[in-house]
């Protein structure tokens, strides 16, 4: 079982920058593939960002750019890095975590983030 648990979101101007963080608890962090999904108002929850175990990144065309996630397998966390925010970035970003084949995965509560002036 893995405890997902998202942080550092909240209200920042267009333009600005916030860095989400994501703690898992449990054993084996580093064989987990993470992402970083998110959900608008009346919309469906969509990738914005994914890490697989050996580093490897993908992100929604919508963020290329401006979005960077990582992972500390030492610390059990992964982030994202936003830059450069935009309005239509506001929703509420959760944190995944599932074995490289998806077999099974995990969420987290979910951060809101807004982006307004």
């Known amino acids: 079982q893995v405890h997902l648990v998202e942080s550092g979101g909240g209200l920042v101007q267009p333009g600005g920058s916030l860095r989400l963080s994501c703690v898992a608890s449990?054993?084996?962090?580093?064989?987990?593939?993470m992402g970083w999904y998110r959900q608008a108002p009346g919309k469906q929850r969509e990738l914005v960002a994914g890490?697989?175990?050996?580093?490897?990144?993908n992100y929604a065309y919508s963020v290329k750019g401006r979005f960077t996630i990582s992972r500390d397998n030492a610390k059990n966390t992964v982030y994202l890095q936003m830059n450069s925010l935009k309005p239509e970035d506001t929703a509420v970003y959760y944190c995944?975590?599932?074995?490289?084949?998806?077999?099974?995965?995990?969420w987290g509560q979910g951060t809101q983030v807004t982006v307004s002036s």
């Open positions: 449990g054993s084996f962090f580093y064989i987990y593939t």
């Open positions: 995944n975590a599932g074995p490289p084949d998806m077999s099974y995965d995990y």
């Open positions: 890490i697989n175990t050996s580093g490897g990144t």
